[in-house]
C-alpha cells in the first residue's frame, strides 16, 4: 500500500473519533491496500493495518499488498470479525454504511451481543471516496493513458461508421478496438444510440440499424490497472438537420464553457450552472436532466459530483467528466463529454477526439 495513503486514512479516522476502520467496499479496499481481490477487508487504526481475505486470495495478497498484516479468515464477516477487533482493543469501529447492508449489519450485531464484546459499530460514508477523489501523479498517469486509447479507438471508429451499421455492431467493434489497445475490459457497457434511442441517456445498443441525417450518440470508455475514463461524441451520417444541428450547437457551446470556466474552489453546483446557463438561454434548459458530470477513477462515477445539488468543492488534482446533453423523445439527442483534470486551478481536457457533428460518407 502506498504508505501516504495509510497515513491519510489514520489522520481521517482520528479526526472521526474512532478506535478503528473497516473498510470493506472492494474498491475502496483495492485503493487503500493494492489489494484487487474481490472477497477481503482492510482494518486500520493508528497502530495497525490488516487485510484480511481468506483461502482464495491468501496468496494473491501477499503479491499485491505491502505494510499491511495479512490474516486469513474462516465464514461470515460477523463469524470472525467482532473477536478480531476485540483482541485489537478496538471499542468503536466505523464501517462503510454505503457498502454493508442491512442483514450483514444486524449480523454483526447479533454475533457482538452474543460474545458480550464491549463494540460499537459506527457508521460513516465516504471517508476513502474523499481520499480517492484527488488523484496521485501516478493515478492520472493511468487515466490519461486511458483516456488516449478512448480517443485512438473513437478515431479509427468513426472512419468505419457507415450507412447499415447497427448499433450493436458499432458498439462491439469499439468495445474490440478498446480490448486491442489494451483496455482491461470495458468500464461500463457502451451506448450506441441512433435516431430516437439517442433520447435515452443511458440507451442500450439495439439492432437498430444507423440511418442518414440522425443523431448517434457513442458513450464509451477504457480501464488501464483499474484507472477509467469516460467519454461521449454525437455523430451523424451525412448531414445533420437544422434541429439536431442546433441542439448540438448549444451543447458544445455548453460543454466548451465549463471548460474554459470551471475552476478550482467553485461548488460541484456551480460548476454545474456555469454549463447549464447556456442551454436554458437556448431554451433547453428542461432537456438536460442530468448533472454536468462526475468524478472518475477506481470507478467511472465516483466523487466529486457535479451537478446542481453537489456541494462537493472542487480542487486542483480532481478527475471528474464534463458531459452536457439535451435529450428530446422521439426526435434524438445529443452529448459531449471529457474527462479532465483540475491543475493550477483551471480545467485541462484529457479527451482530445474533435466535436464536429458530421461523418461525411
Ligand atoms: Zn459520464
Given amino acids: 500500500m502506498p504508505v501516504d495513503r ?15 476502520l473497516l473498510v ?19 482494518l486500520v487504526s493508528h497502530k495497525h493495518a490488516i487485510l484480511a481475505t481468506d483461502f482464495r486470495y491468501i496468496e494473491q495478497a501477499g503479491h499485491e499488498t505491502r505494510n499491511l498484516e495479512i490474516t486469513r479468515t474462516e465464514g461470515d464477516l460477523h463469524d470472525w470479525l467482532p473477536q478480531l477487533v476485540s483482541s485489537l482493543g478496538w471499542h468503536s469501529l466505523g464501517f462503510e454504511a454505503n457498502h ?51 480517443d485512438a479507438a473513437f478515431k479509427q471508429a468513426r472512419t468505419s461508421i457507415h450507412p447499415g451499421t447497427t448499433e450493436k455492431s458499432l ?38 440499424v444507423i ?6 450518440i457513442i458513450d464509451m470508455g477504457a480501464r ?30 455548453a460543454q466548451l464553457a ?19 446557463t447556456i442551454i436554458e ?15 472518475v477513477g477506481l470507478e467511472v462515477h465516483e466523487a466529486p459530483r457535479i451537478g446542481p445539488n453537489s456541494s462537493d468543492l472542487l480542487i486542483d488534482g480532481m478527475v471528474f467528466t464534463i458531459e452536457p446533453g439535451i435529450y428530446v423523445p422521439g426526435f434524438g439527442g445529443c452529448r459531449i463529454e471529457d474527462v479532465v483534470v483540475l491543475e493550477k486551478g483551471r480545467v485541462r481536457v484529457l479527451t482530445e477526439s474533435e466535436k464536429t457533428v458530421e461523418v461525411i460518407q
Fill in 6 to 20: 495509510l497515513h491519510k486514512l489514520r489522520r481521517v479516522i482520528a479526526r472521526e473519533g474512532l478506535d478503528g
Fill in 258 to 276: 465549463g471548460i474554459r470556466q470551471i475552476t478550482a474552489k467553485l461548488t460541484g453546483a456551480e460548476a454545474d450552472q456555469l454549463a447549464r
Fill in 100 to 150: 454493508i447492508c442491512f442483514a450483514v449489519h444486524r449480523q454483526l450485531k447479533h454475533a457482538i451481543r452474543a460474545k458480550q464484546l464491549n463494540l460499537e459499530l459506527i457508521p460513516r460514508t465516504g471517508l476513502v471516496e474523499h481520499l480517492r477523489s484527488t488523484k496521485e501523479p501516478g493515478e492520472l498517469e493511468l487515466i490519461v493513458q486511458a483516456a488516449n486509447l478512448t
Fill in 281 to 295: 438561454q437556448g431554451g433547453r434548459g428542461e432537456a438536460f436532466g442530468h448533472g454536468l458530470g462526475h468524478g
Fill in 224 to 253: 488501464i490497472e483499474g484507472y477509467c475514463s469516460d467519454f461521449s461524441r454525437t455523430l451523424c451520417l451525412g448531414r445533420a438537420d437544422e434541429a439536431l444541428a442546433e441542439i448540438h450547437r448549444v451543447v458544445l457551446e
Fill in 24 to 42: 470493506s467496499k472492494p474498491v475502496n479496499c483495492r485503493y487503500v491496500s493494492g489489494f484487487t481481490g474481490s472477497s477481503g477487508a482492510v
Fill in 171 to 208: 458498439a462491439w467493434e469499439i468495445e474490440n478496438l478498446l480490448r486491442e489497445g489494451g483496455s482491461e475490459g470495458v468500464p461500463f457497457d457502451l451506448v450506441v444510440a441512433s435516431g430516437p434511442n439517442a433520447a435515452l441517456p443511458h440507451a442500450k445498443p439495439s439492432d437498430r
Fill in 211 to 216: 440511418g442518414q441525417n440522425e443523431a448517434v
